[in-house]
């Protein structure tokens, strides 16, 4: 997206603002927004680990795109979010110090201008970090009530053949998933097994995905994600990838 999106919220809306100001502490959210308070909620950004600008009437850009939010964090990146055909997505950028990120956001409270956004990444916004609902899949068929014996017995269903793959949504931490895929014909016992696990981190996104050759660990590993506060380790055989 380019600095042809700024400004392009027409009508009488764009003269009648209606914003929430927000932090990720929870502390602060407010209605009643004004430009003073949107710079001190940034320059405490320290404190508050994250602030949201959000429009209660969003921008409309095209037919089903539209931005509702800009949000910036502790770690000085900033993301303008959007909903696009019913999907939520975002524009990413770091190294943005509190001065820019100050001036986007008033910006887009004055005016309900963005920012040009060339070279900025591209993120899909996915429901569980917002839900944080845990969901089971195993072979397309859908699990909404479930324990963690469930999800263990359905990686046994894997290594015995029963089914060819699991994905299973946690919501611990931020939330993310675990894919889990037979790599042989499903025929018989496999020693083989492609993992990929994601958690939706802020504000970027962990990716790591292996292939996995011994179910021991494997179970271990799985039992950990489910029973543990702390989100565990990848295994050893995973590597990182960029989930974008």
């Known amino acids: 997206m380019s600095s042809g999106t700024r400004g392009i919220f027409p009508g009488s809306k764009a003269n009648k603002p209606q914003y929430v100001l927000g932090t990720e502490n929870g502390t602060k959210r407010t209605s009643n927004v004004t430009e003073e308070k949107i710079a001190d909620a940034v320059y405490d950004i320290e404190d508050n680990g994250c602030v949201y600008l959000e429009k209660c009437v969003p921008v409309v850009l095209v037919s089903d795109a539209e931005a509702y939010s800009i949000d910036y964090f502790k770690d000085n990146s900033i993301a303008v979010c959007f909903r696009v055909n019913g999907n939520l997505l975002r524009m990413w950028r770091s190294n943005v ?4 990120a100050a001036d986007i956001m008033c910006d887009f409270f004055r005016t309900a201008s963005l920012p040009d956004m060339t070279g900025w990444q591209c993120q899909k916004i996915h429901q569980e970090q917002e839900e944080a609902e845990e969901k089971l899949c195993v072979d397309g068929e859908d699990f909404r009530y479930f324990g ?3 999800v263990v017995g359905a990686l046994e269903n894997i290594i015995e053949g029963k089914s060819r793959w699991m994905l299973y949504d946690f ?3 931020d939330g993310g998933y675990v894919n889990i895929h037979r790599c042989d014909n499903g025929t018989v016992p496999t020693s083989r097994y492609k993992v990929e696990y994601v958690r939706w981190s802020e504000p970027m996104p962990i990716g790591y995905r292996g292939v996995i050759f011994d179910a021991g660990p494997l179970r271990s590993w799985l039992w950990s994600l ?5 989100l565990p380790d990848p295994m050893d055989e995973c590597e990182q990838f960029d989930v974008n």
């Open 226 to 230: 489910i029973d543990n506060d702390r």
């Open 148 to 150: 963690s014996p469930d």
């Open 97 to 100: 110090d509190c001065d820019v």
């Open 171 to 173: 919501a611990n931490g």
